[in-house]
């Protein structure tokens, strides 16, 4: 030992500072709880097991707490700087149950940024259980919070009377706590609501819709446009009841495709590039959607400082955002004064550049990139001619065949057969592009 001390001299320091701040109680807390946890101790050890933290019966209640926004607080600090602040917390949190003469115990979830109370209040169970269990929670968020900058979330689980339960309703707890991303510190929500509300959720997340609206509002440097885009992003996070990873993937995703926009406008990709890659992994690592806005709204002063500095192609400017909404609305009606409002232009005035910079009228260029739209599902798939008409969005078979036959010179259904037979790989391509 001595001579392993001479070669490490810090290892000393390092010995002491677990044994000043872990005793053996933590362990066999931590040990205990990962066994309840994951439902792996044998029926009849039970008993030997709950006594090695001084308890005499089985909890029916716990509780999942999360150090709110505590990945921000652990990246700056050392591993066993790290280990001392859920340490101190568990600590307040003991003193906290004692004052209040609540049994049961407490332990860390090592690697995770949640503690778990196991509670015993049998008693209570009934009318009153869930009164109890909230003065519990709430005086928990109050001692941690008079303590230091740390606030705590908390979800209850539902009744427990046998031990499979606590490793059935753990992984919908840790689930629920995910809530908190979208409505911020200190909350506390109970497992059995969070699962009655679930039946509800769609799961749906999509931000490409609103990527027209924020190039816009780039290319006009309209900071209002922009801030109308947030606010309707936000209500759909909310709406959504979409998973915290899935928003912060497909915000990650809409900062990348903002960094294209900018590169074609002239941006270098050097310049920008920096600032995407920053912003997505801050956001990659936000507790709280209200954080994730806040550096989005950051990266695009970025994006609209870059785009004014370095434009090169002015046209560009009016082009993107125009064929970026004629990608993700096709499918729907679509009228002139819509796209123009997006840009700030009356319709007459839209009308008029819109043909100079692409040549073609507004209709036109819908109606071209509809029925291109069409060859690739003629081609690639078996959906009904007439339900490809309304894919595309056009409404009308009659007029969809009429458009598609003065364009091509060759009826749907014939061009379906000729197609389907050759492969039309360089269609395939052209869809791709389009989407892109």
């Not at 990873?245 to 920008?272: A, F, H, S, T």
């Not at 065949?401 to 492969?423: E, L, M, N, W």
Request: aromatic share 12%; with cysteine.
């Amino acid at each position: 030992m001595e001579k392993i001390k001479n070669q490490f001299p810090l290892l000393e320091k390092e010995l002491s500072y677990w044994k000043a701040h872990i005793t053996i109680y933590d362990v066999l807390a931590d040990e205990l709880s990962y066994s309840m946890l994951y439902d792996n101790i044998r029926p009849d050890k039970v008993k030997e097991a709950l006594g090695s933290v001084g308890l005499t019966m089985m909890p029916n209640r716990f509780l999942l707490i999360q150090v709110d926004d505590y990945q921000n607080y652990a990246s700056k600090l050392r591993l066993t700087q790290e280990c001392i602040q859920k340490t101190s917390l568990i600590k307040v949190l003991r003193e906290c149950m004692k004052s209040m003469e609540v049994q049961g115990f407490i332990a860390n979830l090592i690697g995770q940024d949640n503690l778990i109370c196991f509670l015993c209040c049998q008693e209570k169970e009934g009318p009153e259980i869930k009164e109890y269990l909230l003065r519990v929670t709430q005086a928990f968020q109050r001692a941690v919070r008079s303590r230091g900058t740390y606030t705590i979330s908390v979800c209850v689980s539902g009744e427990c009377s046998r031990m499979v339960q606590y490793s059935q309703m753990y992984p919908n707890m840790h689930l629920a706590l995910s809530k908190t991303y979208f409505e911020g510190k200190e909350f506390i929500i109970y497992l059995d609501e969070m699962l009655e509300e679930s039946k509800k959720d769609t799961g749906g997340a999509y931000l490409n819709e609103y990527y027209p609206a924020l190039l816009a509002s780039i290319s006009r440097q309209n900071e209002e446009q922009f801030e109308q885009a947030m606010q309707s992003i936000i209500k759909m996070m909310l709406e959504s009841h979409a998973l915290p990873q899935k928003i912060r993937l497909e915000m990650v995703r809409l900062i990348q495709r903002i960094e294209e926009y900018c590169v074609q406008c002239g941006v270098p990709k050097d310049r920008i590039a920096p600032y995407t890659e920053e912003t997505g992994s801050h956001v990659l690592a936000c507790s709280f959607v209200a954080d994730v806005m806040g550096i989005f709204r950051d990266y695009y002063h970025q994006a609209v400082q870059a785009v004014e500095e370095y434009r090169v192609d002015d046209g560009y400017s009016f082009r993107r955002p125009v064929e970026v909404y004629i990608a993700e609305h096709y499918q729907n009606t679509i009228r002139l004064g819509d796209v123009a409002a997006l840009l700030g232009f009356s319709e007459g005035h839209f009308a008029r550049v819109f043909r100079q910079s692409f040549g073609v009228s507004f209709i036109q260029y819908l109606t071209e990139y509809r029925l291109n739209q069409s060859r690739y599902l003629l081609s690639n798939t078996g959906i009904s001619i007439d339900q490809i008409a309304d894919r595309v969005g056009i409404n009308s078979y009659s007029y969809f065949c009429t458009c598609f036959k003065r364009r091509y010179g060759i009826s749907p259904g014939s061009y379906r057969k000729r197609h389907a037979r050759s492969g039309v790989e360089g269609e395939v391509n052209q869809e791709r592009n389009l989407k892109t």
